[in-house]
């Protein structure tokens, strides 16, 4: 079963515009993850948020974790071609919390 | 410093037969997960093995089988070919200890015909 759930499915934005992509999770969780897939090549860690955490910045991502609606939300400040990919939310889920369980994703396109 | 290598990057095969893929971790990583990544979807969890032990398995079937060995490489091999095994097939390892990120290969795109 799905753990993450990403919003939108895609998304299409101009060079130099703000992308946000939310996540819904359905259990409680210890951390939640972001990370980037270019054209269907290996995933890329962006950043890991505690379940006491709020808010965590770095360069342009900014994500944030809501723990009572079980949400977050990455936002990419000053896009570039260069962020056009797919975006997944995991938690860690399973007993000890070894395995990542992904959404489907947002595809975001960035455009020139 | 390599990260994690997958190998081979693309494969062909037909149903019914056989395949194993292999995968070598980030230096000083010790555990290594396997992942089926289907076409528009997230990837799904196979298994993760640490200290050459299945750790844990997702909702996948005994076809999939997995091994590790002492230098922490691993290998996933899919018995008897279904063409619903076409995947993007991607490793991940990490640090057992102290470490929550999961650093991910490049993958191998598995197609059956």
């Known amino acids: 079963s799905q753990q993450g759930e990403e919003d939108p499915q895609a998304l299409s934005i101009q060079e130099g515009e703000n992308a946000t992509m939310n996540c819904s999770y359905k259990t409680s969780i210890n951390n939640l993850q972001w990370y980037r897939q270019n054209s269907g090549r290996g995933l890329v860690h962006l950043i890991l948020i505690r379940s006491n955490e709020r808010e965590k910045h770095s360069g342009r991502l900014r994500v944030t974790l809501d723990t009572s609606k079980k949400s977050s939300s990455l936002l990419i400040t000053a896009s570039r071609a260069a962020d056009t990919a797919s975006y997944f939310c995991?938690?860690?889920?399973?007993?000890?919390?070894?395995?990542?369980?992904f959404g489907k994703g947002t595809k975001l396109s960035v455009i020139p | 410093d390599a990260g994690v290598t997958q190998s081979p990057t693309h494969l062909i095969k037909t149903r019914g037969q056989q395949v194993t893929l292999r995968c070598s971790p980030k230096?000083?990583?010790?555990?290594v997960s396997w992942y089926q990544q289907a076409l528009g979807q997230g990837p799904q969890f196979i298994f993760q093995y640490y200290e050459e032990e299945e750790r844990q398995r997702g909702n996948f079937p005994d076809r999939f089988s997995g091994h590790q060995f002492p230098n922490y490489s691993s290998e996933l091999n899919v018995n008897a070919l279904l063409l619903g095994d076409s995947a993007l097939y991607l490793c991940?390892?990490?640090?057992?200890?102290?470490?929550?990120?999961?650093?991910f290969g490049p993958g191998t795109r598995l197609l059956v015909l």
């Open positions: 995991a938690a860690p889920s399973g007993a000890g919390s070894y395995q990542l369980t």
């Open positions: 230096s000083g990583h010790d555990t």
């Open positions: 991940a390892s990490r640090r057992d200890r102290g470490q929550e990120t999961q650093y």
